[in-house]
């Protein structure tokens, strides 16, 4: 079965610092992996997949198969980050998203 | 990517009655989603929409319950039935394909009283 964990719900840092929010996935096939993002009052929207390998807003996440992680980093944390932030797996060739409980990330000017 | 739009943005309704939430795309999309996000909570896929057929239901929703149309590749109806406090919800529309990943509308607020 596959499954999402991201261990923290919460999750405050103060502006300037680095950021690490960790994904950890459960499954036996071939993972396409994201993040979404999502900002008070607006929509879900997409942040990263791991087979763009880009960095968005200064985010990158690294698909590390051998610990089953796909943690979100930032080296330097800025108050427009402060956000609900989801990690969600997918299978290769499917659509479909299992997505985790989701950290919420809160910048401390 | 594609845009969706979603209707009604929110929504107060009486128990026992029903809703039906449109999810319209401007383009084909191969998959569209519908999911719940009760207060404090991640996603919950409810079902996948299957243009031309029946919906493929997740665990725990059942079609009587949340009956859903695709009579297109481009618009989606959900319809949350006999609804109770409990149905109280964001509901959203999420569509894919050619190779581009899940993006979601804007949701539905629900509130039954």
């Known amino acids: 079965a596959q499954r999402v964990t991201q261990p923290e719900k919460l999750l405050s840092v103060f502006k300037g610092a680095p950021v690490e929010l960790k994904c950890n996935y459960s499954?036996?096939?071939?993972?396409?992996l994201f993040w979404y993002v999502q900002y008070s009052r607006q929509r879900l929207q997409l942040l990263l997949r791991h087979i763009s390998r880009e960095s968005i807003k200064g985010f990158t996440a690294d698909l590390n198969k051998g610990e089953t992680s796909f943690h979100l980093k930032k080296p330097f944390a800025q108050e427009e980050d402060s956000a609900m932030y989801y990690c969600a797996l997918g299978g290769a060739g499917s659509y479909q998203l299992t997505f985790g409980k989701g950290t919420k990330l809160s910048v401390i000017p | 990517s594609a845009v969706i739009s979603q209707k009604p943005s929110r929504d107060i309704c009486q128990r026992g009655t029903s809703l039906t939430i449109q999810c319209q795309v401007d383009s084909q999309v191969t998959m569209m989603f519908w999911y719940r996000q009760q207060p404090g909570q991640s996603l919950t896929l409810i079902a996948t929409a299957n243009q031309g057929s029946e919906a493929t239901y997740e665990s725990g929703f059942v079609i009587d319950k949340f009956p859903i149309s695709r009579p297109n590749l481009t618009f989606s109806t959900l319809t949350v039935s006999n609804m109770s406090p409990e149905d109280s919800s964001i509901y959203l529309c999420?569509?894919?394909?050619?190779?581009?990943?899940?993006?979601f509308g804007d949701g539905t607020r629900l509130s039954i009283l």
């Open positions: 499954y036996s096939g071939s993972p396409e």
């Open positions: 999420s569509v894919a394909g050619y190779d581009q990943p899940q993006h």
